[in-house]
Nanobody, 124 residues
Framework: VQLQASGGGLVQAGGSLRLSCAAS????????TGWFRQAPGKEREFVAA????????FYADSVKGRFTISRDNAKNTVYLQMNSLKPEDTALYYC??????????????????WGQGTLVTVSS
């Protein structure tokens, strides 16, 4: 499975962006998928995750109520809608797919495939 993240950019605080993660491979629709982010000088952290069916979603407390993760398995794509963006959301955002787990994971070590990252910059 290869993942391609896109949709990052520069936005003012309070604005919105929609990230996309396009995947190759027919089995992607059976993988739980997550978004992680890494700010300069910080560790990569969990942002949101969605079950393979789309029926379950999970969010970090810092983004709950502002970000929404969704997926379209017919298009092999997972999305991250980010609203009310804050300067502290500035980071490189990565999508990742978990091939093995039966439950959705929030730990980055559980994910098997990673995209290249897309940069989100939020100005104050």
């Amino acid at each position: 499975v290869q993942l391609q993240a896109s949709g990052g950019g520069l936005v003012q605080a309070g604005g919105s962006l929609r990230l996309s993660c396009a995947a190759s491979g027919r089995t992607f629709s059976r993988y739980h998928t997550g978004w992680f982010r890494q700010a300069p000088g910080k560790e990569r952290e969990f942002v949101a995750a969605i079950s393979w069916s789309g029926g379950s979603t999970f969010y970090a407390d810092s983004v709950k109520g502002r970000f929404t993760i969704s997926r379209d398995n017919a298009k092999n794509t997972v999305y991250l809608q980010m609203n009310s963006l804050k300067p502290e959301d500035t980071a490189l955002y990565y999508c990742a797919a978990d091939q093995k787990s039966t439950v959705v994971a929030v730990m980055r070590g559980r994910y098997d495939y990673w995209g290249q990252g897309t940069l989100v910059t939020v100005s104050s």
